[in-house]
């Protein structure tokens, strides 16, 4: 036994599981350290991961698995989401440490094909979370697992003569291909087909098969099964009604973040809305103390999860946690009017780190904590009842330059500059992509360069302004409100190209309300001379952050832009024009701030940003391009595990 437990040279940095003289010690085949012990009820063994072996498969006992070294990793370029994975960062070669991140739901884009198999996808680039996610598992030195929900899934027909027996996720009813971001509670299929209900049944067989293809994904997941107690049966898991997890933080939470207030109802539903709410949260605590071990870093991401970290607390005093919310946080008058807010400012504070995307929405979050919970609370730190100091940071997200550049600079996006620059011709051409809903502010874009149009008459037929949606209207918000939005804004766009338009046939408005391609979008904010962003309020704009990083190139990149000189070179770089009241513009101060409401004033940011001198827009283009760079996705992952170690 003594040769069995000494340790073999050179493996001290590994953990026990990795290491030789740990797992070549003989133990007894099939048993388990909790062989003999009572078994757990069919709820308690869906949240931690244990299914019954099924007719015909080897004895199964967990899904849980353990994690193969790192050196044997299937890794992906951050870059590009494949390839090689890049040296990791300070060289280190091993892992120090684990990190676990809650997030909603799971990174990957999940898709059943007609085999009647799981397969995973990269959701794309548009994600500073996923970023974060790519730079925790393939540079930096951690050991990384994400715990994350599964996501909305939904029966699938793909002809009116199938019966539908396949289990597809999605988000709603499909028809194609529909993509959001990570924390919308949104998946991806590939398939075509029409929703037939919002009940289906999962075997555990399926389960186990989405479960091994999550946790040996190069960003490895372990996924989450929210069910009712009673759904879950000797064969497997029944789901339904799978919208209402997400209920209260959507229809309650994000409403009030950004400054809307839903009209009560009787209180009952309330009550439902936050009973599920509160049994999500504990799902995920269930899942990450199963997977904790002591030493262990917990990154928990958004509203989604706001109580996650006091349970957590709760149930591992010294466990050490973050909380990081990626949306706006109100001032605490509107807080006051949250249902449940007590309960929602102290599952925030049982984190060890409490991050923001600007310094006013740490301040807002202190005032409450004094205001609602009576607590001593400044920007910077929050003192419990409990005697802890709640550290607060002000923590900008980043993206990853290095990935956008790649991603932009390539043969078949510099193909896409030379179709649009014929289409659009020397125009200057502003280029905005937002949210269709009210919360994106294009009506207010739309109002401002009309106005800009009114009042700079040289500009018409020289100036264009193209605007396409970032993602597809979010379902929390309220129909008929969004309808007469949308209605709005199509007035409004058919009134300027009216108004302004020409004989020719040109239209000083092009307005995109379906996804681009990547190639189109990386093109536009290539060619376009100013990007505008009137959001009426956001955590971060990730566009405006790509395209100041898109116009970042070499002097010999020519889009085919004119500077109006006579050189025929050294383009000079666009300028960011962007909303206030998004969380992006508090660290970009060199960037050209507007308040949308202010309709003359953006009119006039326009023409400023479009008559610009070349070296004023290569002065200021320096400054901004300097903190996006500098800010970038790595320094914001570094930082926040800094704060808390």
């Known amino acids: ?193 029409e929703t037939t209900s919002d009940e289906l049944f999962i075997s555990y067989r399926e389960a ?57 109802t009787a209180g009952r ?24 071990q002591p030493g262990d870093i917990v990154m928990v991401h958004d509203y989604h999860l706001a109580l996650l970290p006091a349970i957590l607390r709760q149930r591992k005093p010294d466990m050490r946690v973050s909380f990081y919310l990626a949306s706006p946080f109100p001032t605490s008058e509107l807080v006051r009017c949250l249902h449940r807010r007590k309960e929602v400012l102290e599952g925030m504070l049982g984190g060890d780190v409490i991050a923001f995307q600007a310094r006013h929405y740490a301040q807002h979050f202190a005032n409450s ?23 607060i940071a002000i923590l900008p997200q980043g993206i990853d330059v290095a990935s956008v550049t790649a991603l932009a600079f390539t043969p078949a996006v510099d193909a896409k500059c030379v179709e649009l620059r014929a289409l659009y011709g020397n125009r200057k051409l502003i280029f905005g992509c937002d949210p269709p809903d009210s919360l994106g502010g294009v009506d207010k874009k739309l109002q401002a360069f009309a106005r800009f149009l009114e009042t700079h008459p040289e500009w018409k037929d020289k100036a264009v302004l193209v605007q396409t949606s970032s993602r597809p209207a979010a379902e929390r918000a309220n129909e008929d409100d969004e309808a007469k939005y949308t209605n709005k804004v199509n007035s409004l766009v058919a009134s300027i190209n009216q108004v302004h338009g020409s004989l020719g046939g040109f239209a000083p408005v092009s307005m995109h309300s379906q996804n681009l391609s990547c190639e189109e979008y990386f093109a536009l904010l290539r060619l376009a001379d100013a990007a505008l962003i009137t959001s009426a309020r956001e955590g971060m704009s ?31 770089p666009g300028q960011l024009i962007i909303s206030e009241f998004s969380g992006t513009a508090s660290s970009l101060a060199e960037a050209l701030h507007i308040n949308p409401w202010d309709v003359a004033g953006v009119a006039e940011r326009i023409n400023e940003a479009l008559t610009m001198s070349p070296e004023r827009r290569r002065e200021l283009h320096r400054a901004v391009y300097g903190r996006v760079r500098e800010r970038d996705v790595r320094y914001w992952v570094d930082d926040l595990l800094r704060l808390l170690e």
Request: glycine content about 8%; aromatic content about 8%; some cysteine.
């Open 208 to 264: 186990e098969q989405l479960r091994q293809l999550l946790y040996n994904d190069p960003v490895r997941t372990l996924p989450i099964w929210l069910t009712d107690d009673t759904d879950v049966t000797a064969d497997g898991i029944k789901l339904e009604r799978q919208s209402r997890w997400r209920a209260f933080a959507e229809h309650d939470m994000f409403a009030l973040f950004h400054y809307k207030q839903r009209t009560p």
């Open 542 to 572: 990730i566009t405006g952050l790509e395209y100041v990083a898109c116009q970042q190139r070499d002097d010999k990149v020519n889009d085919g832009k004119d500077d109006g000189g006579d050189d025929g070179g050294d383009v000079p």
């Open 1 to 193: 036994m003594a040769d069995h437990k000494a340790e073999t040279p050179g493996e001290s940095h590994l953990p026990p599981q990795e290491r030789k003289s740990v797992t070549n010690v003989p133990v007894t085949p099939d048993i388990r350290k909790d062989t003999y012990n009572d078994q757990p009820s069919k709820a308690e063994r869906l949240r931690q991961g244990y299914f019954p072996p099924q007719p015909g498969t080897a004895k199964q006992h967990t899904i849980r698995q353990t994690a193969a070294p790192s050196s044997q990793k299937q890794k992906r370029n951050l870059k590009t989401g494949h390839g090689a994975s890049p040296p990791l960062r300070n060289g280190a070669d091993q892992t120090h440490r684990r990190v676990i991140s809650a997030t909603f739901t799971v990174p990957q884009l999940l898709q059943y094909d007609r085999d009647g198999q799981w397969k995973l996808e990269d959701r794309g680039h548009r994600s500073t979370l996923l970023n974060s996610f790519a730079y925790l598992s393939y540079e930096c030195p951690v050991d990384h697992t994400v715990v994350a929900w599964t996501g909305k899934i939904v029966q699938v027909s793909r002809d009116a003569s199938q019966s539908p027996k396949t289990a597809s996720p999605t988000d709603a009813q499909l028809s194609g291909t529909a993509t959001t971001g990570v924390g919308f509670g949104a998946v991806q299929v590939k398939i075509d087909g």
């Open 269 to 292: 539903q309330e009550d439902e809305r936050w009973n599920d709410y509160r049994r999500m949260n504990e799902a995920f605590a269930d899942k990450i103390c199963d997977e904790y």
């Open 369 to 391: 904590c004094a205001r609602i919970l009576g607590l001593d609370a400044t920007c910077e730190r929050v003192a419990t009842p409990q005697g802890r100091a709640v550290t």
